[in-house]
């Protein structure tokens, strides 16, 4: 996969559960029928009105031909009322593309999923190995209709034993690095 959303939704307090369970059941195999990828999906560890997804394309092309058949189908149109009145704002997107390493699931169930976003250009903190690393796609968004962001950024993302881990590698992480601390959904791939 070259190409990498990574989205944050802020949503009607409560009502995490009801859009993870709707999302689970009806819009990850139909997105995935079309050629998106639903890597992971979490519930923000700090927000208890945060989901966090990560979605992955092929390539460009791939990316807008499954943009407009998901959004455009019968499976959206049936489900985005219900989807839609959970959240406040769904326009929290970064368009990235890897660097290196790759989303492989790591053994264990009780994972916390860590993902570091900083302006594109200072080094990233250390996360342990093995990890993704991604920086904003140079490639111009050709599907308005779902924005992200303009301000480019690198993110590094792994999954650690536990918040434990967390806490005591954030405290060596400098000034300005937004740090995400993401537990994995029942159905989330990447864990």
Request: proline fraction near 9%.
């Amino acid at each position: 996969m070259t190409i990498v959303e990574l989205r944050r939704y802020t949503l009607h307090p409560g009502r995490r559960d009801e859009l993870i369970e709707l999302f689970e059941r009806e819009l990850v195999e139909p997105q995935e029928e079309v050629g998106a990828q639903v890597v992971g999906t979490f519930r923000d560890v700090r927000d208890p009105d945060r989901f966090v997804w990560i979605r992955a394309f092929a390539d460009m092309t791939v990316r807008l031909a499954a943009l407009q058949a998901f959004y455009g189908g019968p499976v959206w149109r049936a489900h985005s009322a219900a989807a839609n009145a959970t959240m406040i704002d769904s326009d929290d997107v970064h368009l990235l593309e890897p660097e290196s390493g790759e989303f492989v699931p790591t053994p264990g169930n009780e994972r916390v999923v860590a993902a570091l976003v900083t302006p594109d250009g200072p080094a990233l903190p250390e996360l342990p190995a093995p990890f993704v690393q991604l920086r904003t796609s140079t490639h111009e968004n050709d599907f308005p209709a779902l924005p992200v962001h303009a301000h480019p950024v690198r993110v590094r993302i792994a999954s650690l034993p536990d918040a434990a881990t967390v806490a005591a590698l954030s405290a060596s992480w400098p000034a300005g690095v937004e740090v995400m601390e993401l537990s994995p959904t029942t159905g989330s791939r990447y864990h």
